[in-house]
């Protein structure tokens, strides 16, 4: 069975971290470009990041860039996405996604291109 399953969400302090994990199972997240989105109350998900599986590079939205890190762990099958100095305006649910066509991250913001996608994990930063 192919599923993506975020994990590491919770209710943090503005300034505060929090690292949240995608772990794949039934295919191999090495082969696939993984995406990060994020859907905040009453707005429409929007991309946050995106690690390449060509080469590594990893892309990030404006508004995290530089508080936002993305890793891999190939051995556990998972992504992390590192959030540092986080903000109340990053408080949503949190989704990862995989996709096989573009392992380069072209195009990384389009939702459509996206062929698995996690369930979500509610990050909360407020005082």
């Known amino acids: 069975q192919v599923q993506l399953v975020e994990s590491g969400g919770g209710l943090v302090q503005p300034g505060e971290s929090l690292r949240l994990s995608c772990t794949g199972s039934g295919f191999i997240l090495a082969y696939y470009a993984i995406g990060w989105f994020r859907q905040a109350p009453g707005k429409e998900r929007e991309g946050v990041s995106c690690s390449s599986s060509t080469d590594g590079s990893t892309y990030y939205e404006d508004n995290v860039k530089g508080r936002f890190i993305m890793s891999r762990d190939s051995a556990k099958n998972t992504v992390y996405l590192e959030m540092n100095s986080l903000e109340p305006e990053d408080t949503g649910v949190y989704y990862c996604?995989?996709?096989?066509?573009?392992?380069?991250?072209?195009?990384?913001?389009?939702?459509?291109?996206?062929?698995?996608w996690g369930q979500g994990t509610q990050v909360t930063v407020s005082s």
């Open positions: 996604a995989a996709e096989k066509r573009a392992r380069n991250c072209f195009r990384w913001r389009a939702e459509v291109g996206y062929d698995y």
